[in-house]
């Protein structure tokens, strides 16, 4: 990425740009590793071969052929390396099964429990990085001097990162599709920087989301439009207009992502209760 500097610009803008494209020639996510948690890897490109932050394999008759899915709750692979809280990795599940049960429910009808003609989606967080606050705080000031306001500016090596196994599988145990995906939030993006230490991996959990039903179901697969209550109504509303209106403003003002405010702060115990 790069930025032809204008001789218009104030010195500071100049300077801020010319720091952020050094910067972003070393910010691209790299592959996700492998947990041992999916059923399979066999059919995923073999690691020295997929340089890229994501993989999937899909057998699209198998895929094609599934009615009912069962969403297993995400959850965290064991021993992995975290600075964010019990609180704060509740946070992050709940969004990840929230994006996750929205975008899938476009494809496949979903069953609330499992059953024997139902397919099962089994999900794992196998790394969580946290942003940091300092980093958060300088980027949203540098924010209010950014001559390109579309895009958002992070300091490097501040931004926090997600990255996920998922498998689709077939009633009978068989795996239909498997999933890799991997990200960090970019330096040069529209990711807003946050205080909550948690905010980066909230706002990744609905590209995540997006990339699962996408690996899922192939394109002879047609939408599903759900009725009133849908099957995702547990996880509250899918798009709630004075949180996206209250969230935006709020955002324009601070240059920053609240969790409180964009309704993301919600754990997956509070829901439950």
Same mark, same amino acid.
């Given at each position: 990425?790069?930025?032809?500097?204008?001789?218009?610009?104030?010195?500071?803008?100049?300077?801020?740009?010319?720091?952020?494209?050094?910067?972003?020639?070393?910010?691209?996510?790299?592959?996700?590793?492998?947990?041992?948690?999916?059923?399979?890897?066999?059919?995923?490109?073999?690691?020295?071969?997929?340089?890229?932050?994501?993989?999937?394999?899909?057998?699209?008759?198998?895929?094609?052929?599934?009615?009912?899915?069962?969403?297993?709750?995400?959850?965290?692979?064991?021993?992995?390396?975290?600075?964010?809280?019990?609180?704060?990795?509740?946070?992050?599940?709940?969004?990840?099964?929230?994006?996750?049960?929205?975008?899938?429910?476009?494809?496949?009808?979903?069953?609330?429990?499992?059953?024997?003609?139902?397919?099962?989606?089994?999900? +794992?967080?196998?790394? *969580? %990085?946290?942003?940091?606050?300092? $980093?958060?705080? =300088? #980027?949203? !000031?540098?924010?209010?001097? @950014?001559?390109?306001?579309?895009?958002?500016?992070?300091?490097?090596?501040?931004?926090?990162?997600?990255?996920?196994?998922?498998?689709?599988?077939?009633?009978?145990?068989?795996?239909?599709?498997?999933?890799?995906?991997?990200?960090?939030?970019?330096?040069?993006?529209?990711?807003?920087?946050?205080?909550?230490? +948690?905010?980066?991996? *909230? %706002?990744?959990?609905?590209?995540? $989301?997006?990339? =699962? #039903?996408? !690996?899922?179901?192939?394109? @002879?697969?047609?939408?599903?439009?759900?009725?009133?209550?849908?099957?995702?109504?547990?996880?509250?509303?899918?798009?709630?207009?004075?949180?996206?209106?209250?969230?935006?403003?709020?955002?324009?003002?601070?240059?920053?992502?609240?969790?409180?405010?964009?309704?993301?702060?919600?754990?997956?115990?509070?829901?439950?209760?």
């Amino acid at each position: 990425m790069s930025f032809a500097l204008s001789n218009t610009l104030p010195p500071h803008r100049a300077l801020i740009l010319a720091a952020i494209a050094l910067a972003t020639s070393g910010c691209q996510s790299g592959p996700a590793a492998r947990s041992g948690f999916l059923s399979s890897y066999a059919t995923l490109p073999a690691p020295e071969k997929n340089r890229k932050a994501s993989a999937y394999h899909r057998d699209d008759a198998a895929s094609d052929a599934i009615r009912t899915v069962f969403i297993q709750p995400a959850e965290i692979a064991p021993d992995i390396e975290t600075k964010l809280t019990a609180e704060e990795k509740a946070m992050v599940l709940h969004e990840v099964n929230r994006q996750i049960c929205f975008e899938i429910s476009e494809r496949f009808l979903i069953a609330q429990t499992p059953g024997p003609d139902a397919s099962t989606i089994r999900t +794992a967080i196998v790394r *969580l %990085q946290s942003n940091s606050r300092v $980093g958060s705080v =300088v #980027a949203a !000031a540098v924010d209010f001097v @950014n001559p390109v306001p579309v895009v958002k500016f992070r300091l490097p090596s501040s931004t926090g990162g997600l990255a996920v196994e998922s498998e689709l599988l077939a009633p009978d145990g068989r795996q239909v599709a498997a999933m890799l995906w991997a990200r960090n939030v970019e330096i040069a993006g529209r990711t807003k920087p946050s205080l909550s230490r +948690a905010g980066d991996a *909230l %706002q990744l959990a609905e590209p995540l $989301g997006d990339t =699962v #039903a996408k !690996a899922f179901a192939s394109e @002879n697969r047609p939408k599903i439009k759900t009725d009133k209550p849908g099957p995702c109504d547990h996880f509250g509303s899918r798009k709630n207009i004075g949180r996206t209106v209250a969230n935006g403003f709020v955002g324009g003002v601070t240059g920053l992502y609240m969790p409180q405010v964009a309704g993301t702060s919600v754990s997956q115990k509070e829901t439950l209760d």
